[in-house]
């Protein structure tokens, strides 16, 4: 039980770290510009894509900085000459377009690089147990990336509390008008935030190709997760997204471990069916098989009982 | 000027198309409903890719069926979803298809077997066949089998057999872990390996019992935690596509050192992902004998695919089977209508590319054929899989008298 505790909290938390990665960038691109991006997740494919396909070619260590570098400047050329021709028709226009963008990427990478899962791998440099606790090992390659999370976390609550840009762009958030009224550059902030933000989510899908899988339906499989993050812990806020990536990653982590239902529950007080009872298969449903359901339980409960997240300020 | 180009291409397109449908009269149209997108794409463009070149390599290139009949393949896109299933299933039978072929995820299949039998109660005049190639819930040949169900493959519980022949000599292994897809299939693995387990090998311990949902777990390092604490010796899973490679990475990753006894555990990403970890320790039950090649013809058919698809392997061997054999059906009935193809279907014998002899049981319609144990390694390997240098190799076979089931099959038969 103790070493399921442990490696559940370890990977509970890589896992949710990288949740946080990706939605960051969402919350971000959301709190400045309005727009809720549901292409994000694409960019973290496009990221597990590049990466695969330039450490394929020039090692792993160039693909961790190219592969997020070309990401975020894709990222920062749509915004530039799609979404903001886009923006004049509204929000539900930019909506569409981010939906359609998704399905668009999705069909490119299948066209690129074929159905698929690529063989990516991590570094050969990281491919060793960094410890063994009771006989299971620890990969390095889950704590670099672990530290990459935990690096960029630090670094954006930098930037954006301790910088002049961090300040521009909180201002710009807020008072776009009057930031433009200042002399700032606005559209610029916007295209360099939305780049900065693909990037990120670019990143993390350099780092988790090899651990998650690269295949086609990526971006599918991560992309509502996502959004759960960043409702959950309020559109907007950093703060927030941190939260409910660590929440989410390990409890659902924690859910997989624990062979409970609800049928064990009932024993202990004392209540029990027999097993041709007609909700039979309800009662022993196990912990690990709703799993996957729990994150959207949760995004469920928190938007009846408190519809702007756990840290939002507005209702949204 | 540049749109007139482009209208004027549209144009030629379509009159091309138009003439490619004049030309072909005497082509039938045969249905492949899988997964072409979602997280088992990979399999679903696979069978196509398979489907289309055993079209060409069996009856095409031979100047088709019936003195002259040729096939042609559709790829409908079923996103591996049973409800998506029926409506591509209208779907090709408004293409004017009378075959269908399905085969990943027995969900899908049982949902097709249903479409098919109302179907074709409703229209006598236009039946439809429905080829199954890799959906093996027992079920779809015992309770819920159907005249209009034809299964390529042999059932969960004749591969779980052959299984535990092998895990039934193996005294090293004390305590098992199943785990599997939370559907049908998966079910069926884990009530078979119980089962049969606990005729051969009763002293065995069955130390978990697991079901995850399928196509939805990314990283398994959680139920690979509980694996290695468990202490299995061994473990028993029906996991295929994206479930298995990432079941296989994670296991590699923490460092499990059980055995594992699969189902699917090779092709498509799976055997490169396992690489030199899994040497010697990953198995895989199925038809499948590429290493050591057969015989002479079943090299030629491997060589064949592979100049026309480098980079792809074959993965799903009995597709030849069920063209080759389904064409052989065509032609003894001297008809490419679904009923007549079903009645020389049943109980046809045929010797497979590799040399071994198969029968279609009439009983239930479920193909009859020995079950090899293969394992993953990269020693002796002349077909390798994802072009990684490692591939399964036959460790032994299971004939076919002895994986032959019974059935509870009572099979209703139009008059």
């Not at chain 1, 070493?3 to 960038?25: A, C, K, Q």
């Not at chain 2, 036959?394 to 089931?405: G, R």
Request: aromatic residues 10%; proline residues 4%; neutral net charge.
């Amino acid at each position: 039980m103790l070493e399921i505790t442990i490696f559940s909290l370890l990977n509970g938390t890589v896992y949710g770290l990288l949740l946080f990665m990706l939605s960051s960038g969402l919350t971000l691109i959301f709190s400045m510009m309005g727009i809720l991006n549901f292409a994000h997740a694409s960019f973290y494919m496009l990221g597990a894509y590049f990466g695969y396909t330039i450490s394929s070619h020039i090692g792993f260590w160039p693909g961790l900085i190219f592969a997020p570098l070309i990401v975020g400047v894709m990222g920062a050329l749509l915004e530039r000459y799609a979404l903001r021709h886009v923006h004049k028709h509204g929000h539900v226009a930019e909506l569409i377009f981010t939906f359609g963008l998704a399905f668009l990427l999705e069909e490119l990478t299948q066209f690129f690089w074929g159905t698929d899962q690529q063989a990516y791998k991590g570094p050969s440099l990281l491919d060793f147990p960094l410890f063994t606790l009771f006989d299971a090992n620890f990969p390095a390659y889950k704590a670099f990336m672990l530290l990459i999370s935990i690096g960029i976390f630090l670094g954006l609550l930098l930037v954006l509390t301790r910088t002049r840009v961090g300040l521009i762009i909180q201002a710009a958030i807020t008072h776009p008008n009057m930031v433009n009224m200042l002399g700032h550059n606005v559209p610029f902030v916007f295209m360099a935030t939305f780049g900065v933000g693909t990037a990120l989510a670019g990143l993390a899908g350099t780092i988790a190709g090899p651990v998650m899988g690269t295949y086609p339906g990526m971006a599918h499989d991560l992309g509502s997760i996502v959004f759960v993050v960043v409702v959950f812990g309020g559109l907007g806020s950093l703060a927030g997204a941190l939260v409910a990536s660590l929440m989410i990653g390990i409890i659902q982590t924690f859910a997989v471990g624990l062979n409970y239902s609800v049928s064990d529950f009932l024993v202990t007080i004392g209540v029990s069916f027999p097993a041709d009872h007609f909700l039979h298969d309800i009662w022993t449903m196990t912990l690990p098989q709703v799993a996957p359901l729990i994150p959207y339980l949760m995004l469920i409960l928190i938007l009846i009982f408190r519809p702007m997240g756990l840290f939002g300020t507005r209702e949204t | 000027m540049f749109k007139k180009r482009i209208i004027a291409g549209i144009f030629g397109l379509a009159a091309m198309s138009a003439g490619a449908s004049d030309a072909s009269a005497e082509t039938i149209k045969l249905a492949l409903i899988e997964g072409l997108s979602g997280p088992f794409a990979a399999n679903g463009q696979a069978a196509l890719r398979e489907y289309e070149f055993a079209a060409d390599y069996f009856i095409n290139s031979k100047g088709g069926v019936n003195g002259g009949t040729k096939v042609e393949f559709l790829g409908l896109d079923n996103k591996t979803s049973p409800k998506e299933s029926l409506i591509q299933l209208k779907n090709a039978i408004g293409q004017g298809a009378r075959f269908v072929f399905q085969g990943n995820s027995s969900g899908v299949a049982h949902a097709i077997v249903d479409g098919v039998n109302k179907h074709n109660e409703r229209n006598p005049d236009e039946k439809v066949l429905y080829i199954n190639y890799a959906a093996v819930d027992p079920a779809l040949t015992n309770d819920s089998c159907s005249f209009w169900h034809f299964r390529f493959d042999p059932n969960a519980d004749q591969k779980m057999f052959a299984i535990t022949e092998v895990i039934a000599k193996r005294a090293d292994i004390k305590k098992i872990y199943l785990i599997g897809q939370d559907y049908s299939f998966g079910k069926a693995v884990a009530a078979a390996a119980r089962l049969y387990l606990s005729q051969k090998r009763p002293d065995i311990e069955i130390v978990g019992d697991e079901l995850h949902p399928i196509g939805k777990v990314k990283d398994f390092t959680p139920y690979v935690t509980k694996i290695k604490a468990s202490g299995a010796d061994a473990v028993i899973t029906g996991n295929w596509g994206s479930d298995m490679v990432n079941l296989a990475r994670a296991s590699v990753d923490v460092g499990v050192t059980a055995d594992f006894f699969t189902y699917y555990a090779a092709g498509t990403g799976i055997t490169a992902a396992i690489g030199e970890a899994g040497k010697n320790r990953i198995r895989v039950v199925s038809e499948d004998h590429r290493n050591p090649p057969g015989s002479s013809a079943w090299i030629d058919y491997m060589k064949a695919f592979k100049a026309k698809y480098p980079e792809n392997d074959l993965v799903y061997p009995r597709v030849a089977t069920a063209i080759a054999m389904l064409a052989n059906a065509m032609n003894a009935a001297k008809s490419t209508d679904p009923q007549k193809v079903a009645m020389a279907l049943e109980g046809m014998e045929y010797t497979r590319l590799d040399g071994t002899k198969v029968k279609m049981r009439a009983s239930d319609h479920q193909i009859q054929m020995p079950l090899n144990i293969s394992v993953h390694t990269n020693e002796d390997i002349t077909w390798d899989y994802d072009n990684s240098g490692y591939g399964t190799h036959v460790e032994s076979t299971i004939p076919a008298d002895k994986v032959e089931l019974p059935t509870s099959c009572k099979m209703e038969r139009p008059s």
